[in-house]
């Protein structure tokens, strides 16, 4: 193994979006196991110091891997298309359309099934966008719009934080 490896390539992984999580978290127990530092004891402070870094790099590629927004971002960067979230902030008018229309409903829920009506939808876009992120890394290998469907995917993440807030205001 290598330092440099892809986190699929650690893992020995198909570099694909869909993943199986039980194969990951396997995976990554049986990783720690072998990179584990009291295993190198034996063998002296630098092989413990190596074996430190082994442990730390599987453990970025496992929160990576487990994640399948990060593991779409990821894919995307792998492939040639990076997210860049910070300048490129453009976005399907019918999806800042969709935004603003959540938005709303959220400020005026005056009770927790009015949020919860918001969070359902907020959580079938969710899945759509993670079906459409599928097809396009898996099936059509188009990054470039993969990433535009990443970017929205944060929104409703972040989005889905403000709908938790939402639920905490009124059960106060």
């Not at 570099?15 to 049986?30: L, M, N, V």
């Not at 490129?88 to 829920?109: C, G, I």
Request: aromatic letters at 8%.
């Amino acid at each position: 193994m290598n330092l440099q490896d892809t986190d699929f390539a650690l893992f020995g992984l198909p570099e694909r979006f869909a993943q199986d999580r039980a194969a990951i978290d396997a995976r990554w127990k049986e990783l720690q196991r072998e990179a584990h530092p009291d295993r190198f004891a034996a063998q002296g402070a630098a092989a413990q110091r190596i074996a430190m870094q082994w442990s730390v790099r599987i453990n970025e590629a496992y929160r990576r891997l487990k994640d399948p927004l990060r593991r779409a971002a990821y894919l995307c960067d792998l492939r040639g298309a990076p997210i860049d979230a910070e300048r490129n902030t453009a976005m399907p008018s019918a999806f800042l359309v969709e935004q603003m229309e959540w938005r709303e409903a959220l400020d005026e829920a005056d009770s927790e099934a009015e949020v919860d009506a918001v969070a359902e939808r907020l959580e079938g876009t969710r899945e759509r966008l993670l079906a459409d992120i599928g097809r396009l890394l898996d099936d059509e290998g188009d990054a470039a719009a993969a990433a535009q469907q990443v970017r929205a995917l944060m929104f409703i993440e972040r989005f889905a934080h403000d709908v938790e807030q939402r639920f905490d205001q009124l059960g106060q």
